[in-house]
């Protein structure tokens, strides 16, 4: 547990939260903020700041839990769509530094919107930056 980290506050049961799923590796919630009714949380137990921080394991198990409760949320809400989001560091926008999926409801022509202009990749910077990046791949399969 981190100290000052509000979802391992809500782990701990210092905080309140709406529950709606729990073991002994992941435990999901309802955003008090949310962007559509039943947009949900899924955190692991142990706190990893991001994404690329969970081992495996609990990776999976979380993972697992997200697709079994996209289900019930869309059953739960009507919604017949939804988002996975997962904000990793302050510049992509993560405000809890506790790892966290966001799973979020979707319905016709709700509010929510995730949109960007689209860049385009000049000569060759497409086939070499997929290459520059299978060789870090590489490289990090190596040192495992
Ligand atoms: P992010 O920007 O990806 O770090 O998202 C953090 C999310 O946590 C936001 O959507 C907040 O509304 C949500 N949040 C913060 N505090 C609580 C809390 N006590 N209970 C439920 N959700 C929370």
């Known amino acids: 547990m981190e100290k000052n980290c509000v979802f391992c506050k809500i782990i701990a049961g210092e905080i309140p939260s709406a529950k709606v799923y729990e ?43 997200a697709q079994k409760l996209a289900v019930a949320l869309m059953r739960a809400t009507g919604a017949p769509a939804y988002n996975l989001l997962m904000n990793n560091g302050q510049v992509a926008g ?3 530094p506790h790892a966290h999926l966001h799973i979020i409801p979707r319905h016709v022509d709700d509010t929510v ?19 520059k990046i299978r060789e870090k791949l590489a490289k990090q399969t190596e040192n495992q």
């Not at 060759?124 to 930056?129: I, N, R």
């Open 23 to 65: 073991d002994s590796k992941v435990l999901a919630f309802l955003d008090i903020a949310p962007f559509n009714f039943g947009h949900t949380l899924v955190i692991p137990k142990a706190h990893y700041h991001c994404f690329t921080e969970i081992p495996a394991e609990d990776l999976t198990a979380m993972m697992t839990v």
């Open 94 to 96: 993560q405000e809890v």
């Open 113 to 131: 919107a995730f949109s960007a202009p689209q860049k385009h990749y000049e000569g060759d910077a497409l086939p070499e930056l997929a290459a």
